[in-house]
């Protein structure tokens, strides 16, 4: 069964700091992976994906993730983070050709200080 | 307009009871989902649904059965509710079961008295 970690639960940074975030997955196949965020009682959005090619995928809001398959990993970087970027952000990832609906990591809790 | 809209919001409702959850999509999406969010932000898949057949059906117990109208829908549906019931519960849809993102709906928190 596959799986996906997420090392920090909590990430406190000051505006204008650099982020990552990191996301390990154990999957033995063929993966899709995602960042979601998710804003304060808001639904889900999708940041970026990564199903193939350039494994320096960018998404919106300025985030960016780098897929490395030697580490399985698969992490999320914004170069200077914004009071708005504050929200709970999930690493998942989906298996190829299987049936199985997203698995997602326990979530990293993003606070962004003014 | 919403892609994917959830019925109820909120619903809360006392142990023992019924309840149903509906879900739409008007994104043309075969696919949909059922996730449960616990208190602890964790998300987990439940079921989901691709052109009108159950294709997963992870370890819920069979109190909670969704029920697929047509594609467009997929209602859930929770008999003789329990405490541990309570989190919020977010409907899901995709364009097919590879390689394509999930869109969700804005949840539907569930609190059981």
């Known amino acids: 069964a596959q799986s996906v970690s997420q090392h920090n639960h909590h990430v406190i940074l000051s505006e204008a700091a650099s982020l990552e975030l990191g996301c390990n997955y154990s999957y033995g196949g063929t993966v899709n992976l995602f960042w979601y965020v998710q804003y304060p009682g808001q639904h889900l959005q999708l940041l970026l994906k990564?199903?193939?090619?350039?494994?320096l995928v960018k998404g919106i809001k300025g985030f960016e993730a780098e897929f490395i398959k030697s580490k399985f990993s698969f992490n999320l970087r914004k170069p200077s983070v914004q009071w708005s970027d504050t929200a709970e952000y999930f690493c998942?990832?989906?298996?190829?050709?299987?049936?199985?609906?997203?698995?997602f990591g326990k979530g990293t809790h993003l606070i962004i200080q003014p | 307009d919403t892609a994917v809209s959830q019925t109820p919001k909120y619903l809360v409702t006392q142990m023992g009871n019924d309840k149903s959850i509906k879900c739409e999509q008007n994104?043309?999406?075969?696919?949909m989902y059922w996730y449960k969010q616990d208190s602890k932000k964790f998300l987990k898949i439940m079921f989901s649904?691709?052109?009108?057949?159950?294709?997963i059906n992870e370890t819920v117990p069979n109190r909670f059965s969704p029920k697929s109208p047509d594609k467009a829908h997929l209602n859930l549906h929770i008999n003789s509710l329990e405490l541990g019931d309570s989190a919020v519960y977010f409907c899901?849809?995709?364009?097919?079961?590879?390689?394509?993102?999930?869109?969700f709906g804005d949840g539907t928190r569930l609190s059981i008295l």
């Open positions: 990564y199903f193939s090619g350039d494994p």
């Open positions: 899901a849809s995709s364009r097919g079961r590879e390689n394509q993102p999930q869109h």
């Open positions: 998942a990832v989906k298996g190829g050709g299987g049936a199985d609906g997203l698995t």
């Open positions: 649904y691709n052109n009108k057949e159950l294709i």
């Open positions: 994104l043309g999406h075969d696919t």
